[in-house]
């Protein structure tokens, strides 16, 4: 059963945002811009309309391509959101600032410009925390 209602938040919560589901789609995304933008191997995206999305705080806003507007913390520079002019009335945001999702992710975009070096994430071993391992150094 989907939530009422998504929360977000940027790291220092100058910026905090709601959204009504359902979202359109939940995909990863590896375009260069994105994984730049959110110092991250991808970013990983929702969209809503407008109408069903609010916030407070006002993010400074960047055009990182022509038409695209990606909005950020101007205080911990959390990457908030992104708007297109190709799609007015729609509201992108990273699923990492939010509280829960309604949905799994359902693709990848931009995927022929994925970061070389997240090749076999999924043998690598795993820790709890940062490391038990003893620094080499
Ligand atoms: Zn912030
Ligand atoms: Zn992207």
Known sequence: MSPAVLTGRCLCGAITLTITPPTDFVSHCHCASCRVAHAAPFVTWTSVPEQRFTMTGEPHLFESSAGVHRGFCGRCGTQVLYRADATPGR???????????????????????????????????????????????
């Open 91 to 137: 509201v992108y945001v990273p699923v990492g600032i939010l509280d829960g999702i309604d949905r799994a992710a359902d693709s990848h975009v931009s995927y022929e410009e994925r970061a070389g070096w997240i090749e076999g994430l999924e043998r690598l071993p795993c820790f709890a925390g940062k490391s038990q391992r003893t620094l080499a150094w």
